[in-house]
């Protein structure tokens, strides 16, 4: 069992930055693949970012490339969404998510490629 508890969304302005942080207790942290998601309302959930186990390989949707990094630190447990030049259109709820999967799989952009989700942090980007 993975248990992932995610932080740091807010009401930003667009143009501005926010971290959002997800915890995680439960089995081996260190081993298994992560990843970031976001729904807005009425939408499906959309795959934003995910970081390999031992965090060398990452992927980001296109929307957010150039703007977005996504990193880990295994001995705190944790893994980082940075958020640059935000934008109205990337405000949604951000789930952080887990397999347990050592690598990025071919379903790394697939909500059903995870077993485990956080409850997810509400980040809102003002015009």
């Known amino acids: 069992q993975v248990h992932l508890v995610e932080s740091g969304g807010r009401l930003v302005q667009a143009g501005g930055s926010l971290r959002l942080t997800c915890v995680a207790s439960?089995?081996?942290?260190?081993?298994?693949?992560k990843a970031w998601f976001r729904q807005a309302p009425g939408n499906e959930r959309e795959f934003v970012a995910a970081?390999?186990?031992?965090?060398?390989?990452?992927k980001l949707v296109d929307s957010v490339k150039g703007r977005f990094t996504i990193s880990r630190d295994n001995a705190k447990n944790t893994v980082y969404l940075q958020m640059d030049s935000l934008k109205p259109e990337d405000t949604a709820v951000y789930y952080c998510?887990?397999?347990?999967?050592?690598?990025?799989?071919?379903?790394?952009?697939?909500?059903?490629?995870?077993?485990?989700w956080g409850q997810g942090t509400q980040v809102t980007v003002s015009s």
């Open positions: 998510a887990s397999t347990l999967k050592y690598s990025i799989g071919s379903n790394y952009y697939l909500p059903h490629g995870y077993e485990y």
């Open positions: 439960g089995r081996s942290f260190s081993d298994y693949t």
């Open positions: 970081i390999s186990g031992n965090g060398v390989t990452s």
